[in-house]
């Protein structure tokens, strides 16, 4: 299996501010990489797939880049809106694998 | 729009089976692979597997010999059973729909609202 590993687990950011989350495969995956945002009680909603092309009706404000086995979730300008926690998930191969999640806190 | 509703019992002793239907509205379920994926409270996402409508299946290794995913093309659902569970198995379980191109190179683009599973006696 692939392993997906994201830093940090844990993010303290404020209204305002640029925040980068890091996604590393433990083997190449080419540009097969998709982010989630989850809210406590919610199901994940897609952002960005193929490493950094965004989703229909997602805001300009995320962004992705990478390919291999370092990829990168950037949100401009964080709102409160925002607060929640982001997940990688590689489908380059199966079984499909997801990150561990980096939660996104207001500092 | 295109909807996916999870149900199921919220309860299952330990040692049965966990069986679980997604129900999707909106579009035809022979257009698109589904798949299962879990998540453990306050953890993180395991994708548990997929299914055409042909009834093409591919699963996680690690659950393999415990799961069968079934569709029923009739009533535009698919579902999931999960034998012989534990507590580790108590999760909510979300059904999704896998989009992208080209032919297996898959991502979720749609997630049904999830439906927790407590496995207790």
């Known amino acids: 299996d692939i392993q997906m590993t994201q830093s940090p687990s844990t993010l303290s950011a404020s209204v305002g501010d640029r925040v980068t989350i890091t996604c590393r495969a433990s083997?190449?995956?080419?540009?097969?990489l998709a982010w989630y945002q989850q809210k406590p009680g919610k199901a994940p909603k897609l952002l960005i797939y193929?490493?950094?092309s965004l989703e229909s009706g997602v805001p300009s404000k995320f962004s992705g880049s990478g390919s291999g086995t370092e990829f990168t979730l950037t949100i401009s300008s964080l709102q409160p809106d925002d607060f929640a926690t982001y997940y990688c998930?590689?489908?380059?191969?199966?079984?499909?694998?997801f990150g561990q999640g980096t939660k996104v806190e207001i500092k | 729009q295109v909807q996916l509703q999870e149900s199921g019992p919220g309860l299952v002793k330990p040692s049965e089976t966990l069986s679980l239907t997604c129900t999707v509205s909106?579009?035809?379920?022979?257009?698109?692979?589904w798949s299962w994926i879990r998540q453990p409270p306050g953890k993180g996402l395991e994708w548990i597997g997929y299914?055409?409508?042909?009834?093409?299946?591919n699963y996680n290794p690690s659950l393999k010999s415990r799961v069968t995913i079934s569709v029923d093309t009739s009533k535009n659902q698919f579902s999931l059973q999960l034998s012989s569970v534990t507590a580790a198995d108590t999760a909510v379980y979300y059904c999704?729909?896998?989009?992208?191109?080209?032919?297996?190179?898959?991502?979720?683009?749609?997630w049904g609202r999830g439906s927790l599973v407590t496995v207790s006696s």
């Open positions: 998930q590689q489908y380059n191969s199966y079984p499909r694998t």
């Open positions: 193929k490493a950094s």
């Open positions: 909106g579009d035809s379920i022979s257009t698109y692979f």
């Open positions: 299914i055409y409508y042909s009834g093409n299946t």
């Open positions: 083997q190449s995956i080419s540009s097969w």
């Open positions: 999704a729909r896998d989009v992208g191109l080209p032919a297996h190179r898959w991502y979720f683009d749609l």
